[in-house]
C-alpha cells in the first residue's frame, strides 16, 4: 500500500483532552506495555502543574469536554493531586493508575475535591484479570495483591474504579473473566464493580513479549466506507506530553504522531499508517470511559433490519 | 411562552398522561417531548393517542429511530452485556407490539426542533444536538463542551433528554443547557415520581430571561407495575417503578451518578 492510499482521520471535536503526566516512567515493568514504561524509561518525562494549567486554558476554545491522566503511572508524579483538583475546575476527569502507589491523604483530598465540583473524577486501575496468576507474571511479582489494596483503599473513600484488564486469554473467555472479577471484588467489599476489557497492542514491549503487527494489519480506505470513525480516538482526542501534542496515547513512540507544540497547530488529519491503529479500527472506543462512548446512529439503509 | 417538556417516555402512558394533565393546569401554551417513546414499560401502543390528541410536538429518539426503522437494537449505546440483555428484551418486546401505523409515525419524526420564542433560539434534541444518542450527564460534560455546543448550533436554550435524568447549566451570555429527564422511569434516587421541565421566556419569566422549572410528577406507578408484571416484564424494571432505585444499565452512568443510586 503506497502512502496515498493510507486513509486520514479528522479531527471532529476535541472531546478529550489527555495528559501524559508521567511520561512513560512507572514503577512498573509490564511484560505488555505498548510504551513500554519503566522506572528508568525517561523518553517522555513528567508535566509540570503549570504546563497543564496552560494546557487547561488553552483547551477552553475547543470545547475539550473531558480530561484524561495517563502515563507510565500517573501517581509518581508529585504534582499529580494539585493537577487533578486543578482539571476538575475546567470538567471531568479521569486518572490511569496501576493503584499499587496510592497514599490515603491523597484519596482523601481528591474525594473531597470531586465533592466540591459537578463533575466525576473516575479511578481507572489496570488489572490484568482477576488471580495473581494470571495478573502478576505480566504486571510483576505481587503486583495482584498491591494492584486489590489500591482498590479497597479507593473503594473505602468512597469512589468506584473501573478495574480495566488487558486481554491476554481468548476473546471467547471473557465472560468467565468478568464473572470471576466479579466475585473477587464482591469479596474485597467492591459491591458494585465497573470492568472494562481492553485489546492488546502489539507494540512496545507487548511486540517483544509476544508479536508485532504483520503487514496486513492495516486500515485501508475500503474498511472506512460506512465505519463510524468516531470509534477512533484520533477523531476526538490529543495527547499533551512533555514534548508537545501527540495524536494518541498508544503512539507516543511514533515520531508521525507528534503533531506540534499547541493544540492549534495540532488538529490536522491523522494517517492511520501503524498496526495499533488497526487494533483500534477493530475494537474502536479502546481509550475512553463507558460513560463517554459514542456510537453513530445507524442510517435505516446501511443496516440490518428485522425480518417482518 | 410557556413550555412544557417531556422526555423519554419509555412506554409508560400513566406517567405522560399525568405530565399533560399537569402541565395545562400550570397553564403552559405547548408541549413538546424529545423522543424515546418506546422501552421498559407495558403496552407501547399507549402514549400514541394522548401524544397525538394534545398536540405534543415530538422529535426523534434513538429508540423511536430504531421501532421506525425496524433496526435490530435499540442504539442505546451500552458496553455491558448484562444491560444489553435487558435493552433487547424491552426492545424486542417494543417492536413487537409497536403497530405499523405507529412505526411509521416514529419513522417520520424529525431529529430535532427549533422555535424561536421572546428572541430565544430554542433547539430541542434528543442527546445532544451532534447525536441522537450521546449521553451527556451532569458530571461528563464541561460548560465549554456546552458553549461550543450552542455556538455551533446557534442556540440559546439547548433542550435535551436521554440520561433518564435532569440537570441544567447556565452558559455565557445568559444561555442555558437543560436535560428535562424522563417520563419513563424515576431517577435512581429511591422516589417513584418522574421529571419534565416547565419553561417560561419572556413577560412569563421572572426576569425576563429563562426560567426553568422541573417538575416531580406523582403518577399511578402502583398501576404501572402491576401492568408491567402483567406483561411479563422483567421484575428488574418493575422494581424500578416501585422502587425508584435504577437496577439495570448501569454501565453507561459515570462515579457521581451512579453514587446517588443503591445499585
Given amino acids: 500500500m503506497s502512502i496515498t492510499d493510507i486513509p486520514a482521520v479528522e479531527l471532529q471535536a476535541l472531546d478529550e483532552l489527555w495528559f501524559q503526566v508521567s511520561g512513560t516512567l512507572c514503577n512498573l515493568q509490564c511484560t505488555h506495555c505498548f510504551i513500554s514504561c519503566s522506572p528508568h524509561n525517561d523518553s517522555f518525562g513528567y508535566l509540570s502543574l503549570d504546563e497543564v494549567q496552560r494546557r487547561l486554558d488553552e483547551s477552553v476554545a475547543f470545547g475539550v469536554k473531558e480530561y484524561y491522566f495517563t502515563g507510565g503511572e500517573p501517581f509518581l508524579n508529585k504534582e499529580l493531586i494539585p493537577m487533578l483538583k486543578a482539571s476538575l475546575a475546567y470538567g471531568p476527569a479521569t486518572v490511569l493508575t496501576n493503584a499499587t502507589v496510592l497514599k490515603p491523604e491523597w484519596l482523601s483530598e481528591l474525594r473531597a475535591a470531586e465533592e466540591g465540583t459537578v463533575y466525576s473524577l473516575e479511578f481507572r486501575v489496570s488489572i490484568d484479570g482477576p488471580t495473581a496468576e494470571i495478573n502478576d507474571p505480566i504486571r510483576g511479582e505481587r503486583t495482584f495483591e498491591r494492584a486489590m489494596q489500591g482498590v479497597r483503599l479507593l473503594v473505602e473513600h468512597g469512589f468506584l474504579p473501573i478495574i480495566t484488564m488487558t486481554r491476554t486469554w481468548e476473546e471467547a473467555d471473557d465472560p468467565e473473566i468478568l464473572s470471576r472479577f466479579r466475585d473477587v471484588l464482591h469479596q474485597l467489599g467492591y459491591s458494585r464493580p465497573r470492568l472494562k476489557i481492553l485489546p492488546r ?12 503487527y504483520d503487514a496486513e494489519d492495516v486500515v485501508t480506505p475500503e474498511m472506512l466506507t460506512d465505519y463510524d470513525v468516531g470509534q477512533l480516538i484520533c477523531a476526538h482526542s490529543r495527547v499533551i506530553t512533555d514534548r508537545g501534542v501527540c495524536v494518541c496515547p498508544i503512539l507516543l513512540d511514533s515520531p508521525a504522531a507528534q503533531l506540534g507544540k499547541t493544540l492549534a497547530e495540532s488538529t490536522s488529519p491523522f494517517p ?17 470511559n463507558p460513560s463517554s462512548h459514542l456510537v453513530e446512529q445507524q442510517r435505516a439503509a446501511d443496516s440490518e433490519n428485522r425480518i417482518e | ?22 402541565a395545562h393546569r400550570a397553564g403552559a401554551d405547548a408541549l413538546y417531548c424529545l423522543g424515546d417513546m418506546g422501552a421498559f414499560g407495558p403496552y407501547p401502543d399507549r402514549v400514541f393517542a394522548p401524544l397525538r390528541d394534545h398536540s405534543v410536538i415530538c422529535i426523534q429518539g434513538n429508540y423511536d429511530n430504531s421501532i421506525g426503522n425496524d433496526l435490530q437494537d435499540c442504539q442505546c449505546g451500552y458496553t455491558d452485556p448484562r444491560d444489553n440483555y435487558f435493552a433487547k428484551l424491552s426492545y424486542d418486546y417494543t417492536y413487537a407490539n409497536t403497530s405499523a401505523a405507529n412505526r411509521r409515525w416514529l419513522r417520520d419524526l424529525p431529529s430535532e426542533h427549533r422555535v424561536e420564542v421572546d428572541g430565544l433560539r430554542i433547539l430541542m434534541c434528543h442527546g445532544s444536538p451532534r447525536q441522537t444518542n450521546e449521553f ?5 460534560t464541561s460548560t465549554q463542551f456546552l458553549d461550543k455546543l450552542a455556538n455551533d448550533y446557534e442556540a440559546d436554550l439547548i433542550l435535551a433528554t436521554h440520561t433518564g435524568i435532569h440537570w441544567q447549566r447556565e452558559l455565557t451570555g445568559g444561555r442555558q443547557f437543560v436535560n428535562v429527564g424522563v417520563l419513563g422511569r424515576p431517577e435512581n434516587d429511591g422516589r417513584t415520581v418522574v421529571w419534565y421541565a416547565q419553561i417560561r421566556t419572556g413577560g412569563d419569566a421572572v426576569a425576563g430571561g429563562i426560567d426553568i422549572q422541573f417538575v416531580p410528577l406523582e403518577y399511578d406507578h402502583l398501576r ?11 421484575e428488574e424494571f418493575v422494581a424500578t417503578i416501585e422502587t425508584g432505585w435504577w437496577t439495570t444499565c ?14
Fill in chain 1, 201 to 212: 497492542l502489539k507494540i512496545g514491549a507487548e511486540a517483544q513479549r509476544t508479536h508485532g
Fill in chain 2, 1 to 22: 411562552m410557556h413550555l412544557a417538556v417531556f422526555g423519554g417516555i419509555y412506554n409508560n402512558y400513566l406517567a405522560l398522561q399525568a405530565a399533560i394533565d399537569d
Fill in chain 1, 272 to 288: 492511520l499508517f501503524h498496526g495499533a491503529c488497526y487494533t483500534c479500527y477493530q475494537y474502536g472506543a479502546i481509550c475512553t
Fill in chain 2, 224 to 234: 404501572l407495575a402491576e401492568e408491567m408484571r402483567d406483561e411479563r416484564l422483567p
Fill in chain 2, 136 to 140: 451527556l450527564w451532569e458530571s461528563t
Fill in chain 2, 250 to 263: 448501569l454501565e453507561v452512568l459515570p462515579s457521581k451518578e451512579r453514587r446517588r443510586g443503591r445499585f
